[in-house]
């Protein structure tokens, strides 16, 4: 992150996540961070429609798809400096809790 941009953070309509892994055709599975409940991970089908690199335990800023309620769009892709910002801030858990594949 250079030194003049701007930490992203969600906004209403987006959730942090992290990406399990890869589906194919911009297509990712991903674990939604759930920071204020208790509650099971939810995992979802993410697409990316820029052109970003997306790997496995990345942390992602997501944001609902307004064409359907199916999908969900990863808007930015945090560098590692980024994380330990956002976990210093609360945004995020400093640990993530991985929930099995099914």
Known sequence: MAR??????REAGQEYGMVR???GHGCFNVQVLGVEDDSSPC???A???KHISVAAGDIVLL????STSEHVEIVKVYEEREVKELIVRGE???RFE???EN
Request: glycine share 4%; aromatic share 8%; proline share 8%.
């Open 92 to 94: 995020i858990p400093g």
């Open 47 to 49: 697409v990316v429609r």
């Open 4 to 9: 003049n941009q701007i930490l992203l953070f």
């Open 21 to 23: 892994s890869y589906l």
């Open 63 to 66: 944001s609902a798809d307004e």
């Open 43 to 45: 995992i979802i089908i």
């Open 98 to 100: 991985i929930a099995p």
